[in-house]
């Protein structure tokens, strides 16, 4: 009966994780925007610029191929009118709303999205409006993600906002609209939106994110469209550099130089060069004039020497002597 408990206990435990919105969150992932995240504004149609509005990345129109109001508006990155580059990020930007579209689970919301905090999720709505002030919390979770299906419009009103706290990045929040999607007046808006169909930007809203129109047009009026910041968790960087750089370099180059310059300059130039020089000037000066002086000097060995001498003197006083007789007895003979 216990093992049956602790069972039934787990499996309650994992239903509350999947069916609860901190659930779903943790093992939401990010929708790839792929190259259509190189651009501020993307349409279908065309895009019409009134007053100084500012891109902070690249424009682009495909199958359109217009764009008007630049100048006075300014963009930081490029502009594409229906070449190739337009096309991908097009087709990247519909592989990416199918995307947001189709996750689950989700929670459903009402219309009003005014005066609420979420959390990290999948929400559905009908149709969205905002009034005020919509609150994102990421849980102290940077790579937090919310996306927001809405089936047909998004209209926010003048001076609203959606607002972040507790680390939350609006490049993971994701609003994929059915029709058309309208930011007011003033508004400060956060987030990717992915339209079908248009996105009208009202005199001095602002977005810090990316407003990306399907088949219709962008509609802009001095805005000002920022890159949203993508934070990461901090864990992620630490380890990758820290482990490859200290191991590599350090084994390489210690054992490789060490044993091969030691052994080879050192026996060839100590032994050659000592040997010659020393060995053969040396011995041949030192022996022959050593013999030489010692019969002359006497004064180590010379005991052994006198009698050598002595007897060869006797030697040749004998044989003068002899030759002194045979000389006279000539002399006698011959007189």
């Known amino acids: 009966m216990s093992a049956l408990t602790a069972v039934a206990a787990g499996g309650a435990a994992v239903a509350v ?3 609860s919105g901190t659930g779903a969150s943790a093992a939401e992932a990010p929708v790839n925007l792929g190259t259509a995240a190189n651009f501020s504004v993307l349409a279908g149609e065309r895009v019409t610029n009134t007053g100084p509005s500012f891109l902070a990345q690249s424009l682009g129109v495909s199958p359109g191929s217009a764009a ?9 990155g490029e502009i594409h009118l229906a070449d190739a580059v337009a ?3 097009k087709n990247d930007l519909t ?6 579209a189709g996750r689950t689970p989700f929670t459903n919301l009402p219309a009003e999205l005014g005066g609420t905090t979420l959390t990290p999720g999948v929400y559905r709505i009908g149709a969205a409006q905002l009034t005020g002030t919509l609150t994102l919390d990421s849980q102290n979770d940077p790579a937090a993600v919310f996306i927001f299906q809405i089936a047909s419009t998004l209209v926010t009103a003048s001076g609203s906002s959606v607002v972040f ?3 939350a990045s609006p490049c993971n929040v994701y609003w994929q609209v059915g029709s058309s999607a309208t930011i007011g007046t003033g508004s400060r808006f956060m987030g990717n939106i992915l339209a079908q169909t248009s996105i009208a930007m009202n005199t001095g809203a602002t977005l810090q994110g ?3 129109a399907r088949t219709g047009e962008v509609t802009l009026d001095t805005n000002t469209i920022n890159a949203p910041a993508c934070l990461q968790p901090t864990g992620t960087p630490t380890s990758t550099p820290t482990g490859t750089p200290t191991g590599t370099p350090t084994s390489t180059p210690t054992g490789t130089p060490t044993g091969t310059p030691t052994g080879t300059p050192t026996g060839q130039p100590t032994g050659t060069p000592t040997g010659l020089p020393t060995g053969t000037p040396t011995g041949q000066p030192t022996v022959a004039p050593t013999r030489t002086e010692l019969p002359v000097t006497g004064g180590r060995g010379g005991s052994g020497l006198l009698p050598a001498l002595s007897a060869v003197g006797s030697i040749a006083v004998a044989s003068g002597a002899a030759l002194l007789l045979l000389l006279r007895r ?3 003979i011959e007189s």
């Open 17 to 19: 994780l999947v069916f």
């Open 68 to 76: 008007t109001g630049f100048p006075p508006g300014v963009v930081a």
């Open 87 to 89: 096309l991908q990020a």
């Open 95 to 100: 592989t990416a709303y199918n995307d947001a």
């Open 165 to 167: 706290i507790n680390g």
């Open 210 to 212: 990316r407003a990306l």
């Open 330 to 332: 000539r002399r006698q």
